[in-house]
């Protein structure tokens, strides 16, 4: 909702269709506020039935692995939160020594930004260097399982520090490849 919102205020990202028939539902959306009320079901209903249009535009993109790879990446535990921290506590490494793997991790995760540049010119394409990234992540991530399975805290932490370069560098190609892969008139619902 919020990205349609501001998809419809910036004018360039627009077709000039488009700015036309969102200035005239932004106008009707002002004046009839009292007439809102009475059609909140109306409205949660299109809302949802909006929800399940944008659903079906994202099904349909060349890029869609990707994307489902990358909220896959987002969602494995191997990352300095609280499981992990939690986990490394009860393997007797102190909450500094944790606390100073965390920084590493973050700064490991800037450094993927900056790989992320080296990459894309070295290669010169983004396909080719998010599967760098996504190797690199699931190498390292497998040192970390590998530490997991014997129970050594230092493992998993020499695994999991290097592989958010292969995360971030993951994410930024994954980015780039729905901004040059969707159309201009899907990119408010992708």
């Not at 809102?36 to 079901?41: E, H, Q, V």
């Not at 869609?64 to 921290?85: E, I």
């Not at 930004?113 to 010169?124: E, P, S, V, Y």
């Not at 370069?165 to 994954?174: F, V």
Request: aromatic residues 12%; charged residues 15%; hydrophobic residues 45%.
């Amino acid at each position: 909702v919020f990205i349609k919102r501001t998809y419809s205020m910036i004018p360039s990202l627009q077709n000039e269709n488009e700015q036309q028939s969102s200035t005239s539902v932004d106008e009707n959306c002002l004046d009839d506020n009292s007439a809102s009320s009475n059609m909140n079901n109306a409205s949660s209903i299109s809302s949802t039935w909006g929800c399940v249009e944008d659903i079906r535009v994202y099904i349909f993109q060349k890029e869609l692995w990707a994307g489902v790879a990358l909220a896959f990446l987002y969602c494995n535990v191997m990352t300095f939160g609280g499981l992990l921290m939690a986990y490394l506590n009860s393997c007797g490494l102190t909450w500094e020594v944790i606390g100073l793997c965390q920084g590493a991790s973050n700064f490991a995760g800037l450094l993927g930004t900056c790989i992320f540049a080296l990459l894309q010119r070295f290669l010169k394409d983004v396909r080719a260097t998010a599967l760098c990234g996504i190797c690199w992540q699931f190498m390292l991530l497998s040192v970390s399982m590998f530490g997991v399975l014997m129970k050594n805290p230092w493992f998993i932490i020499v695994g999991v520090i290097p592989s958010r370069i292969g995360l971030w560098i993951y994410a930024i190609a994954s980015t780039q490849l729905f901004q040059q892969t969707v159309p201009e008139k899907e990119r408010g619902k992708v």
